[in-house]
């Protein structure tokens, strides 16, 4: 099976790919046109800054293949984010996968960036499949994704939001399933063996 992760100038792509390779796969790290279109498994990472990561994927022209690939997509973190129709975040058009809209926390008395544990509720998706209601997952983000009908996952952090969403082929987590230890690595082998 031939596995890519999308690359970009987005940070924690080594992350996943040690996640990966702890689960027996040896991805392929390419921003090469056919070598994504070709895979069998696409993972779209990132963490860092929504407008500069948009730049480059169209200056690549990686936003126009993200968005017409057939195979299983997986977004993470800022990947999440970017599928999504628009960000706050230095008020940027993303790749509109998703139509929801990636908005900052409000200022409610916790920290913001979200960083640490977090449980994952409502579950809907056989990417969750042997993963408990209410599992912990690591996040590490100031934005997030409104709660939505495309959610398969939910989390509370200042207010609920969308932890994980799913349309079609396109799946994306807001936490980093790499750093989440067995049930993050649960996640990934779903994804790998197909849901």
């Known amino acids: 099976m031939k596995v890519v992760i999308i690359k970009y100038n987005a940070g ?3 992350s996943v790919l040690f996640a990966l390779e702890r689960i027996g ?7 090469d046109y056919e070598e994504i279109r070709s895979a069998d498994r696409v993972i779209f990472p990132g963490v860092g800054e929504a407008s500069s990561a948009m730049k ?10 993200i968005c017409s690939l057939t195979q ?3 977004g993470i973190c800022l990947g999440m984010q970017l599928m999504c129709a628009h960000s706050d975040e230095n008020d940027t058009q993303c790749l509109g996968i998703f139509d929801q809209k990636v908005k900052l926390f409000p200022k409610a008395g916790l920290k913001i960036p979200q960083i640490g544990w977090n449980n994952i509720t409502d579950l809907k ?3 969750f499949e042997g993963i408990s209601e209410n599992a912990y997952m690591y996040f590490v983000h100031s934005y997030y994704v409104e709660s939505c009908e495309n959610a398969i996952a939910k989390t509370n952090y200042i207010i609920e939001f969308s932890s994980a969403v799913q349309k079609n ?5 807001q936490f980093h399933p790499e750093k989440s230890g067995e ?3 649960k996640i990934l082998e779903n994804f790998i063996k197909g849901f």
């Not at 796969?25 to 921003?31: E, G, K, L, R, Y």
């Not at 082929?169 to 987590?173: L, M, Q």
């Open 125 to 127: 998706s056989p990417l």
């Open 25 to 31: 796969i040896n991805a392929i790290v390419t921003d």
């Open 169 to 173: 082929n396109f799946s994306a987590v």
């Open 12 to 14: 924690n792509i080594r």
């Open 56 to 65: 480059y994927l169209k200056n690549k022209g990686l936003d126009k293949l």
């Open 72 to 74: 299983p997509v997986l």
């Open 183 to 185: 049930v993050g690595q």
